[in-house]
């Protein structure tokens, strides 16, 4: 008996894997800093909560496969506040930002087409396209050059006859870099002189800590036709259950091609819809009070990384995770060694090993993701001293 | 700009685009009889609401990419009750039965591998058998031999080199057929020669109104390796919006491999499993309720079918659908006359086309599938008279 190809050459979910070894660790009373998943411990707004309470059908239907209406129209409203312009005609609702990167690149790429990623990237990218049986196509962003874009010149010898598109988080995960004028420039020329598409991941937009002007791929004059946006309400709205994406696009035929995936899948969560809607512009300062916490927690763990022998940090501008160079050989041994064969003073700390975030894990083995956005300022202070600890013991031993 | 010639070649779903001339025929004051889609009028038990009400976490989390450990269980006493022997370990919890299937093809097939599908099918079989590339290669059933299966040497025929997998609805989808044992069998010995898997789609296993022994292929002896069980809360408690769905298989390889799947796209809707998990195995008598009510809408939709001039109905012993024979030359041509053309005092009926559930639509241009699991007996019997003083018309100007 055999399976697929696809799943074969799929992995595990870095992040995921270890979660056996932290409940094995928790098991024998160490307490966990648990630095790896980007799940929020940030309350989700009660206007949701107040929401999914005042659900008042008495049969849970399905939806329009689009969406509902409702919330079609809220996501209309939430993108001209956020200066992006997008009718409710433009936009799908998904099952997530993750069924929403996925009808994406499936509407646009055939098996063998390839799409350009930059390197470091979100684990799951990978998965996203095998699923459909398409290549990804790495643009490697180096650590020693602050994770930025290479030159023009250094894409364009990435693109094949086959290239389709270029997925970009932006905020990045796991890098938290924004991308610049200059190298959303160079994109767009690029995007315009090859023929492709923008997949356009913005689920971090708001969370920017730096005065750092943010455009959307969106808003660039002669992308219209090129640009899907991907969005979610997982981690602006700390609602990573919910599972509630957004598929947005100026090109109607795009648009037109994906409902055909959505509708072949019937509908999205049709309670988790309801008050999303109830919710999305109706959270008064609850957005600025996230940010707020998040930078604290980013000015605190990136001053003590930048203290620790050996770790290079370059400091993220947005999203809630930094992903830092660590003094040891291979970080996948390092986070297991971890959490199996080590503590101090009862307490370790899980972050996600670089390898997961490269196509060529060579090229992460060195590096570690650690997400800020579960942690207050006390634990990454006591975090980053256990991992300190456990740097200095580890090289000793290794 | 082009799209994937995956979308390119999929359908808009036939059951779907019918919804404009719906809507159309309301604004005019029409009162439409929907017997077009599944979406059944019964309540949905309290026990969900209940539990979404007692949703109680202040954040909304990702859950485990598996589902719930809480609804795993339930599920797996739901099919000990159910006289199913899979265990917690066995199950993966899905967004609705549609992502199982996209999830139990796409973990068996490769780009041009093939899926013997039972013709007529559900609908969304075709797409979703497109997504991942694959080949749908069709069983036909006919209305004159009542829908059954063939003689095996006549499936020996379609196996081919390519031949993954046997994905069927049982009860069926949209006939109403319940597999017998002999056609079990042959399937069985199919499956076991060629080295198959058999996807089998259970979500309307308890709507069974005739006195049929219903057995399913997780309990044959010998395919406990080769048998994926897809399974949804949609239909049988009346929750289609809630998309909770199951993979189920005692074969732990593909558990294992599926499990690449969920992982990527990290959780299903966190409240809804919540929800599902208090209401699977607390609902009393209420599926004997709705199994009751239906089955008096079956009787009431096939004696008055029967009665109709050129109308030939095979009586569907399970599910909610008929597939009937109607005569006219083209059923989608029909549908739209029906909702656009035609009123009977008042009211007209929109039903589903048949060409929808053939690969070949030429097949299915003289069928319509009716759904009656959104209507009480008596709207049934007035939907059946606008339909016969609907069809004398039509025939009367064609």
Same mark, same amino acid.
């Given at each position: 008996m055999q399976f697929s190809n696809r799943v074969n050459a799929m992995d595990y979910s870095p992040v995921r894997k270890l979660v056996p070894y932290i409940e094995e660790a928790v098991s024998r009373g160490i307490h966990v800093h648990e630095m790896h998943i980007g799940q929020p411990n940030i309350k989700t707004p009660d206007r949701f909560m107040d929401g999914i309470q005042r659900y008042s059908d008495h049969i849970v239907r399905y939806t329009n496969s689009k969406g509902t209406s409702d919330l079609r129209k809220a996501f209309e409203e939430?993108?001209?506040?956020n200066g992006i %312009? +997008?009718?409710?005609? $433009? +936009?799908l609702i998904t099952q997530g930002g993750s069924e929403a990167i996925v009808f994406a690149i499936s509407t646009l790429c055939d098996p063998g087409d390839e799409v350009l990623v930059a390197e470091p990237f979100y684990s799951n990218y990978e998965s996203f396209i095998r699923m459909v049986d398409a290549v990804m196509v790495p643009i490697t962003l180096k650590i020693e050059e602050n994770y930025r874009f290479p030159p023009k010149e250094t894409l364009e010898k990435l693109v094949t006859p086959k290239t389709r598109a270029i997925l970009l988080s932006n905020p990045n995960n /796991?890098? !938290?870099?924004?991308? %610049?004028? %200059?190298?959303?420039? $160079? *994109?767009?020329?690029?995007?315009?002189?090859? $023929? +492709?598409? &923008?997949?356009?991941?913005?689920?971090?937009?708001?969370? &920017?800590?730096? /005065? *750092?002007?943010?455009? %959307?791929f969106l808003n660039m004059p002669g992308l219209e036709d090129r640009v899907v946006l991907v969005d979610s309400v997982s981690k602006h709205y700390s609602a990573c259950g919910a599972r509630i994406g957004v598929i947005g696009s100026a090109n109607k035929q795009f648009i037109s091609q994906a409902l055909k995936l959505c509708q072949a899948r019937l509908s999205v969560s049709t309670i988790e819809q309801y008050a999303t809607s109830e919710m999305l512009n109706n959270v008064g300062e609850y957005l600025s009070g996230v940010i707020a916490a998040y930078k604290e927690r980013r000015d605190r763990i990136c001053d003590l990384l930048e203290k620790i022998d050996g770790v290079v940090c370059v400091r993220p501008s947005g999203a809630f995770y930094v992903l830092v160079g660590l003094p040891v050989a291979d970080t996948d041994d390092f986070a297991a060694w971890m959490l199996t064969n080590f503590d101090y003073m009862g307490e370790t700390v899980s972050f996600a090993p670089g390898s997961g975030f490269y196509c060529d894990k060579e090229k992460g083995k060195s590096k570690a993701r650690f997400s800020f956005c579960a942690s207050e300022p006390e634990e990454i202070a006591r975090a980053m001293k256990v991992l300190e600890m !456990? +740097?200095?013991?580890?090289?000793?031993?290794?």
């Open positions: 939430f993108y001209r506040n %312009s +997008l009718t409710k005609e $433009d +936009l /796991p890098t !938290g870099a924004i991308l %610049s004028e %200059s190298e959303m420039n $160079d *994109i767009r020329d690029l995007a315009m002189e090859h $023929d +492709l598409f &923008i997949i356009a991941d913005e689920v971090y937009r708001n969370f &920017i800590y730096d /005065p *750092i002007h943010y455009n %959307s !456990g +740097l200095a013991a580890y090289r000793n031993i290794k």
